[in-house]
Structure formats: C-alpha cells, structure tokens
C-alpha cells in the first residue's frame, strides 16, 4: 500500500504540490492525470524518493519514505519520464549494471534479467545498443529496469509519451500484464490512457487534488453521459422533434461531421423515447450511439480553474 498524507512540494514562491492526500492499495492501477505543469511528475519523484517533500509524509509498504528511504525503495520500481538509459550500453549491460546498484546476487540478478527480458519481448535486442532501439523498445529496456528486483510497487511516469499507435498498444498490454501482481501508479496526460489501463484516477491541477474517481465514475460527471448520437438525412427536423421528449436537455450538431447529439437530463434514459420518435416520423438514422460521457470535456472542466504549478 502507498499512504500520502498532506504532502506539498515548494520550491521558493512556487507551490508545485499542494496539500495532496490519497491511498492506493494492491491491485490497483492508478492513473494519476494532469494537464502539463500540474505538479504530475513532481509527486512521482516524491513518492519514488527521488526528491524530498517540503512536508507532508509518504509511507510505502508501511515503510516511511523519508526515516526508511532503503527499506521504502526495495518496494518500488520506478520509470522516469523519457524512459532515461546509458544509450552505448546493450540492454543486457544496463540491466546487469542496475542489478549490480541494487545490491543483487549474481545468480539472482542474471535469473531475473532472462525472466523480465522475456516477459517484455527483449530478448532479440539484448546484445544491440540501446541508442540503436526503436522508442518502444527502449521503453520497454526502461520498464525491464524498473522491475528487475520484483517490486511490490511499480510508478511509471508518462509510459507512453511520445510513441506511436502500435507502440502505445504494446506498453498498455505489457502493463495490463504486470498490474496483476504489483501496485501501479501511471502518471499521464492521455486521457485514453485512463480507459486502457486504470481501475482508478486521480486528477491533480495547480499542484492540487482535484477529483479521485474511477474512469466511468469520471465519465457519469460528463454532460455527454447517456446522450445519443446520431447522423440522418434531416437533422434540422429531428432537431425539432426532440423537443418534444420531456427527457431532453438539449441538441448540438456537427456541421462538419453531420452529427446530430441530443444530450439527456440527469437521470433520463433517451434510447427508448429517441428511437420510438424516429419510427413514427419515418425518420431514417444511418447510425446511432449511445454515448458513455466524454473524459476530455470532464477533464477540461476539472482542470480549467487549477493554478499551474
């Protein structure tokens, strides 16, 4: 278990973290969201040991970050943002020397360099230097290091920054895999991010707490939550007829994409009353969805107020 209790970061006049507190317990994936600049990778730093908090107190598999920083440090894995690495060095070399840092017997240390290469699909790459490696591939070496001594608490920060589709796919999967066993922080400004790994998210703006919540509860504080898209042939029309529907809050069109969203009012189910009035006007719908709520419009509307730190 991770514990944050009050924990605030100041570097002369600016308060980067402010005043922050919050749990995360075995088994979950926490995606821990912000806008640039929102105090993200600083708490990361923190929580990993890496800088010392201006107060406040971070407890890690019950061991106090700051009285047991060693004690604390055996239990995390940490992956900077950038993936960091000494790029002449072959994977194998890197891993070798990581484990060397961490105080690993050798027998142990090349047992868990062949499981975790394996486990992340480097074996083919182990003998080529790493500033070689495609941007996937060297966070995957990133992640290899973070694991290598089988930590109980895994922070990665910013995992998928900067990849391409396909790489971002395979990170996700690779962290889907590892979240079975270990306690996952993921700091990120993806916001798809969110609905493809994490079980819960917190959202920090102005070096604030802002929301702690799970994706689809996040997602329910959207005014998009059970609105209807849909595209027809007359969307003027139909515009006209859902004013008739007492569970209607409210229309937008997209002229560009000829999408019509008919937005419900709280608590109001549309589907039903929607596409009966489409069948009685003969109104022909060439597609239609049922919206799950829009992380980006709850996102903005939670970070929009936050002080930038």
Do not use: W
Request: glycine share 10%; net charge neutral.
């Amino acid at each position: 278990m991770i514990e944050i209790e009050s924990l605030s970061k100041r570097y002369g006049d600016l308060l980067a973290v402010d005043d922050i507190s919050f749990t995360v317990k075995p088994g979950e994936v926490l995606g821990f969201l912000g806008p640039n600049g929102a105090g993200k990778s600083t708490t990361m730093r923190m929580i990993a040991g890496f800088l010392a908090p201006t107060q406040g107190r971070i407890r890690v598999c019950g061991h106090d970050i700051e009285a047991e920083p060693l004690a604390a440090k055996r239990c995390i894995g940490y992956l900077p943002e950038g993936a960091p690495a000494y790029g002449e060095m072959t994977p194998r070399a890197f891993l070798s020397f990581i484990g060397e840092l961490r105080g690993m017997a050798p027998a142990l240390k090349q047992q868990r360099i062949e499981e975790v290469t394996g486990q992340l699909g480097l074996k083919r790459v182990l003998e080529q230097p790493i500033e070689t490696l495609s941007k996937g591939f060297r966070r995957r070496v990133g992640i290899a290091q973070a694991i290598l001594h089988d930590p109980k608490v895994l922070i990665l920060d910013e995992p998928t920054d900067g990849l391409d589709p396909n790489q971002k796919h395979e990170v996700r999967e690779l962290i889907g895999r590892m979240a079975k066993d270990r306690l996952l922080i993921i700091s990120t400004h993806i916001l798809e991010e969110v609905h493809a790994v994490c079980t819960r998210a917190i959202v920090i703006a102005g070096g604030k707490l802002q929301a702690d919540s799970t994706p689809d509860e996040l997602e329910r504080r959207s005014r998009y939550y059970g609105a209807i898209s849909l595209r027809c042939q007359d969307a003027e029309r139909v515009q006209s007829l859902v004013g008739e529907l007492s569970g209607v809050a409210g229309t937008e069109y997209d002229a560009r994409e000829k999408l019509l969203t008919v937005l419900a009012k709280p608590g109001q189910s549309l589907y039903a009353p929607l596409t009966q009035l489409l069948r009685q006007h003969d109104v022909a719908v060439q597609d239609l969805t049922v919206e799950r709520g829009r992380l980006d419009e709850v996102f903005r509307t939670i970070t929009s107020g936050g002080r930038r730190s």
